[in-house]
């Protein structure tokens, strides 16, 4: 039997279990009907991120960013590059530290862009500055921790 993996819907904040053997099949929240693994980035607010961060099993890559920082800017189509490219292993996200200052400040964010990479409940790594959707790629892989 497929063991459950918990993914918070990124849109309605809903927490879903789905079996890990259709995490690759497009699994759809249970509560509002969003695919939940399709490789799109997702814009959180601070109360999605804080359940995601702590009940997701899937690894979870949240860019805090501002609409104000260049380097942000330029690194968003890589971000989401590299979203479909990860696809259906993790996922990826953004907040506006902008409008949620906040959350800076409880995730110790000193400087933006910064990519903070969440697993199983706890902060799994974390990388400061742009970065090429390639990088953002292989930072994913080498420091998830897979069922594999």
């Known amino acids: 039997m497929a063991k459950p993996v918990k993914m918070t819907c990124l849109e309605c904040g809903s ?11 497009g699994p759809k929240c249970g509560t509002c009907g969003t695919k939940m693994n399709d490789g799109r980035v997702r814009e959180v607010d601070p109360a999605t991120l804080a359940k995601a961060a702590k009940n997701d099993d899937l690894p979870l890559l949240v860019d805090f ?12 189509p890589a971000f989401q590059q590299a ?6 292993q993790a996922r990826l996200a953004k907040i506006n530290t902008q409008d949620h200052p906040k959350v800076s400040v409880k995730h110790n964010i000193r ?18 500055g742009a970065v090429p959707a390639k990088s953002i790629e292989d930072f994913v892989r080498q420091k998830a921790k897979t069922g594999a």
């Open 83 to 88: 979203a479909q490219s990860l696809a259906p």
């Open 111 to 128: 400087g933006i862009p910064a990519l903070i990479l969440f697993q199983s409940g706890r902060e799994v790594a974390r990388q400061a």
């Open 15 to 25: 927490v879903n279990r789905v079996p890990d053997d259709k995490i690759g099949a």
């Open 65 to 76: 960013w501002a609409p104000w920082c260049g380097p942000c800017r330029m690194m968003a």
